[in-house]
């Protein structure tokens, strides 16, 4: 811990930091919020960037430059009407005059601004919190819809490029040997019988039919900070995978993590359901602010997006326990396979729903 102190002594900040504690529940850096004995602003978060997963972290750093300083002119220029508030982390800078620390060991750290007053959820809670959720993934798309994507470099290469998941599944299972239990039966099963559908938005792009946008890459619901006192969405925060990508990866990503009330931390896989009132919920947050720069072609392919990015994050965890927990952090042995468990559960609920889910869609867009 006195190491920790050390590390968070490097960012210029006001006041005496009087406590360090973990924060969050990140599967790929260490988050800590740190405490400030001052009249000003009382946290900061300090984070150590995993560089086996972002191996140029400072190009981590200018992506969320240039997001944050292209969303805060825009903000200038057009502040939201209603009253409502929304805030971006701000990079808070070392002594030395740079937007990170590095320390003797090599390891990389950075420091943001705190978003007081608010708080995030690893769940959905109502509707009301299903539509805030969908429009500050609407806020966020809205405000970078006019940065160009090739301003942002591509810290994570093949990053929600379902095809390059499925390549680099199938190395891992040539490789590793595994015991074969039901569940893992039950998962190469499921990935063999999407393999030649999980092309689907790839393909889309090849055949222009979908393009880059500046997109956030994680928008999950625990990224995503409710108000305290109104309710209001009011940030959307790790903005570590911000870069280009088509914005289905994040439709995708935010509805398979707020449909799922189990949350995808569950152990109860068997009963994994998508909630189709919550989908409806969070659509009808987020497409009144997107309708102006979501085209024909993007409404097409929403539901294979929702479909896929479920399929996609499973086959990312179950290729990680076949590979011996390489990349995401574990709690316990078979924990990734619990994950990946829950993310096919989801994937097959989405299928059996298809209806149902078109019906929303059309129903909104
Ligand atoms: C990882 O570290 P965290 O929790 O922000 C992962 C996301 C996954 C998510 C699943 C860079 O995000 O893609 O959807 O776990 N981030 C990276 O919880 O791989
Ligand atoms: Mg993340």
Same mark, same amino acid.
């Given at each position: 811990?006195?190491?920790? *102190?050390?590390?968070?002594?490097?960012?210029?900040?006001?006041?005496?930091?009087?406590?360090?504690?973990?924060?969050?529940?990140?599967?790929?850096?260490?988050?800590?919020? %740190?405490?400030?004995?001052?009249?000003?602003?009382?946290?900061?978060?300090?984070?150590?960037?995993?560089?086996?997963? *972002?191996?140029?972290?400072?190009?981590?750093?200018?992506?969320?430059?240039?997001?944050?300083?292209?969303?805060?002119?825009?903000?200038?220029? @057009?502040?939201?009407?209603?009253?409502?508030?929304?805030? %971006? #982390?701000? !990079?808070?800078?070392?002594?030395?005059?740079?937007?990170?620390?590095?320390?003797?060991?090599?390891?990389?750290?950075?420091?943001?601004?705190?978003?007081?007053?608010?708080?995030? *959820?690893?769940?959905?809670?109502?509707?009301?919190?299903?539509?805030?959720?969908?429009?500050? $993934?609407?806020? *966020?798309?809205?405000?970078?819809?006019?940065?160009?994507?090739?301003?942002?470099?591509?810290? $994570?290469?093949?990053?929600?490029?379902?095809?390059?998941?499925?390549?680099?599944?199938?190395?891992?299972?040539?490789?590793?040997?595994?015991?074969?239990? #039901?569940?893992?039966?039950?998962?190469?099963?499921?990935?063999?019988?999407?393999?030649?559908?999980?092309? %689907?938005?790839?393909?889309?792009?090849?055949?222009?039919?979908?393009?880059?946008?500046?997109?956030?890459?994680?928008?999950? !619901?625990?990224?995503?900070?409710?108000?305290?006192?109104?309710?209001? @969405?009011?940030?959307?925060?790790?903005?570590?995978?911000?870069? #280009?990508?088509?914005?289905?990866?994040?439709?995708?990503?935010?509805?398979?993590?707020?449909?799922?009330?189990?949350?995808?931390?569950?152990?109860?896989?068997?009963? !994994?359901?998508?909630?189709?009132?919550?989908?409806?919920?969070? $659509?009808?947050?987020?497409?009144?602010?997107?309708?102006?720069?979501?085209?024909?072609?993007?409404?097409?392919?929403?539901?294979?997006?929702?479909?896929?990015?479920?399929?996609?994050?499973?086959?990312?965890?179950?290729?990680?326990?076949?590979?011996?927990? %390489?990349?995401?952090?574990?709690?316990?042995?078979?924990?990734?396979?619990?994950?990946?468990?829950?993310?096919?559960?989801?994937?097959?609920?989405?299928?059996?729903?298809?209806?149902?889910?078109?019906?929303?869609?059309?129903?909104?867009?």
């Amino acid at each position: 811990m006195d190491n920790l *102190f050390a590390v968070a002594g490097q960012f210029r900040t006001q006041g005496k930091i009087i406590d360090i504690r973990e924060f969050g529940s990140g599967n790929i850096n260490n988050t800590f919020l %740190v405490t400030l004995d001052a009249a000003g602003e009382k946290h900061f978060v300090l984070q150590r960037i995993n560089t086996q997963v *972002f191996r140029r972290p400072e190009l981590v750093m200018q992506n969320m430059r240039i997001a944050t300083e292209h969303i805060h002119r825009r903000l200038e220029q @057009a502040p939201l009407s209603g009253g409502r508030r929304w805030e %971006v #982390p701000r !990079v808070l800078l070392a002594h030395d005059g740079r937007d990170h620390w590095l320390a003797p060991d090599g390891s990389f750290w950075r420091a943001l601004t705190f978003i007081e007053g608010s708080r995030s *959820f690893d769940t959905i809670k109502d509707s009301h919190h299903a539509g805030e959720v969908g429009y500050a $993934l609407g806020m *966020f798309h809205t405000l970078l819809s006019d940065l160009p994507p090739g301003r942002l470099a591509d810290t $994570l290469e093949g990053f929600h490029i379902t095809p390059r998941y499925l390549r680099h599944y199938d190395e891992v299972l040539a490789k590793h040997s595994t015991g074969r239990s #039901p569940e893992v039966n039950y998962c190469l099963e499921f990935v063999s019988m999407r393999s030649v559908w999980a092309h %689907v938005l790839e393909n889309a792009q090849a055949q222009g039919r979908l393009f880059l946008r500046a997109i956030h890459g994680d928008p999950k !619901v625990n990224n995503i900070l409710m108000d305290n006192a109104t309710g209001h @969405a009011v940030s959307i925060v790790d903005l570590d995978t911000v870069k #280009p990508g088509l914005v289905h990866y994040d439709i995708g990503d935010c509805l398979r993590s707020g449909c799922n009330p189990l949350g995808e931390e569950t152990e109860e896989w068997e009963t !994994v359901q998508f909630d189709t009132d919550l989908c409806r919920s969070i $659509l009808q947050g987020y497409i009144p602010m997107a309708r102006e720069f979501l085209t024909e072609n993007d409404f097409e392919y929403l539901f294979d997006a929702i479909r896929l990015i479920a399929f996609e994050l499973g086959l990312r965890f179950f290729t990680d326990y076949l590979e011996g927990d %390489v990349y995401f952090k574990v709690r316990r042995p078979g924990h990734n396979l619990a994950r990946a468990l829950v993310q096919f559960r989801l994937t097959e609920s989405i299928e059996s729903q298809k209806p149902a889910i078109l019906g929303i869609i059309q129903e909104i867009r």
